[in-house]
């Protein structure tokens, strides 16, 4: 109390008792209001700040536009400024529209719950993975615009390594989900060891998607899952879904995110595909970009003349409807 004695004896003067009163070491003001240093998870990914590109990227593909306020207002401006430096050189800001793909007819054609079930290698495949109920068999159905494919809200439908025909061009491949599943934990073992089996024995493997929910990012199953993917020399590609369910802004951030966590592993392909099947928000996209790896992309005249052709026929359905009543 020696430092608080001369505080005392002003307090005397003015006939107050020292016991009276309760003195507080002093503490400034910058210190009180100082911020702890570590910051939440949360925090850390509301400092993230996605480059102008990737908001661009995500516009185009139908996910919302950010809204024009202060926040946004250095972003609105680089845009602003791009869209000068483009007009500069094209008449147009962005890409021209994009014709509708398609895939032939997705079918069913084999399953396999043990390696020796596996189909004979014919044509190249593409396989889709992921936790369980991230919506995968939803993803597929989507792409290939089929309900071939069965979907639940129960996690762990898919028990089997199911392979599709996609026409005669390439085979689809789904795999059952890791993680968490209505399953005991000697089956999603034996579900692993399945799955690691089929990437490493399939020569016609030309890459594995790894779907995700875009609200949940990276989870411990999926860097443990990646992880193996990488040791196997495999090639794989990050799937966000449920992508609609993110505001802009936070999308952009969870895409860096997943970013910066494939960094180290070099049998990732850095790009982040994004898709939502409720809105379809980026599966035509997704649909040209697996066209593309098969070697199976045509012209765009192609697609144009398919759409126009289904255009057609729908308007003849229509005619004839109406003629009847």
């Not at 290698?121 to 309900?147: C, Q, T």
């Not at 990732?268 to 970009?289: H, L, P, Y």
Request: aromatic share 10%; proline share 6%.
């Amino acid at each position: 109390m020696q430092q608080y004695r001369p505080a005392f004896n002003i307090l005397k003067r003015f006939g107050l008792s020292e016991n009276k009163v309760l003195l507080r070491p002093f503490v400034s003001v910058a210190t009180a209001n100082k911020p702890s240093e570590e910051l939440s998870n949360r925090q850390k990914f509301n400092q993230i700040a996605p480059p102008v590109k990737l908001y661009e990227k995500l516009e185009k593909l139908g996910f919302g536009t950010l809204l024009k306020t202060k926040r946004f207002a250095g972003i609105h401006k680089q845009k602003a400024k791009r869209d000068q430096q483009k007009l500069q050189h094209t008449e147009r800001v962005g890409p021209p529209p994009e014709p509708k793909y398609a895939f032939p007819l997705l079918s069913f054609f084999a399953g396999a719950q043990v390696p020796t079930s596996f189909p004979p290698e014919s044509l190249d495949e593409i396989a889709f993975v992921g936790r369980s109920n991230v919506g995968k068999s939803s993803l597929i159905n989507s792409v290939a615009e089929s309900s071939v494919v069965r979907t639940s809200d129960k996690p762990g439908l898919t028990q089997q390594i199911n392979f599709f025909n996609v026409g005669k061009l390439f085979h689809m491949i789904d795999m059952p989900g890791y993680g968490f599943a209505f399953v005991d934990e000697a089956e999603r073992e034996t579900w692993r060891e399945l799955m690691e089996s089929y990437v490493s024995q399939r020569q016609a493997l030309k890459r594995v998607y790894v779907v995700l929910d875009a609200r949940h990012g990276v989870k411990v199953a999926d860097t443990e899952f990646l992880r193996m993917l990488n040791s196997k020399q495999v090639k794989f590609q990050i799937v966000l879904t449920k992508c609609d369910l993110l505001v802009l802004p936070n999308l952009a951030r969870r895409i860096v995110t997943i970013e910066e966590h494939l960094k180290p592993l070099r049998n990732a392909v850095k790009d982040v595909v994004v898709v939502s099947s409720k809105t379809g928000a980026g599966i035509n996209q997704f649909r040209k970009e697996m066209l593309f790896l098969m070697g199976h992309l045509k012209p765009k005249e192609f697609y144009e003349n398919i759409q126009a052709s289904k255009d057609e026929k729908e308007a003849k359905k229509n005619k004839a409807i109406r003629y009847k009543r």
